[in-house]
C-alpha cells in the first residue's frame, strides 16, 4: 500500500508522461507538502521544471533532491544536464 505522497507522486509522473507538464507540477508540489523529505516528487518536479526550461526551478528542487537523498546518482546527472 501506498503513501499518500507515493500515490499523488505516482500520478504526477502519469500525468508528467502524458505531456501534462503543468498539472503534473501541482500534483508533484501536493506529493512534497504531504512529505517534504521524500526526495522523489522533489526530483521529479525538477524534471518537470526542466521540461518547461525554468532552470532557476529545475535547480532548486534537484539540490533539495540531492539532500534529502545523497546517494543517488541519477539526482546529480540531472542536475550536471539542468547546469
Given at each position: ?5 507515493e ?56 539540490n ?20
Open positions: 500500500m501506498w503513501t499518500p505522497a500515490t499523488a507522486n505516482y500520478k504526477a509522473v502519469d500525468l508528467f508522461e502524458a505531456g501534462k507538464t503543468n498539472e503534473a507540477l501541482a500534483v508533484f508540489g501536493q506529493a512534497i507538502a504531504l512529505n517534504p523529505n521524500y526526495a522523489e516528487p522533489v526530483y521529479n518536479r525538477g524534471k518537470a521544471y526542466l521540461t518547461l526550461g525554468n532552470y532557476n526551478a529545475a535547480l532548486s528542487d534537484l533539495q533532491a540531492a539532500t534529502l537523498t545523497p546517494s543517488n546518482a541519477d539526482i546529480y546527472n540531472q542536475r550536471g544536464i539542468t547546469k
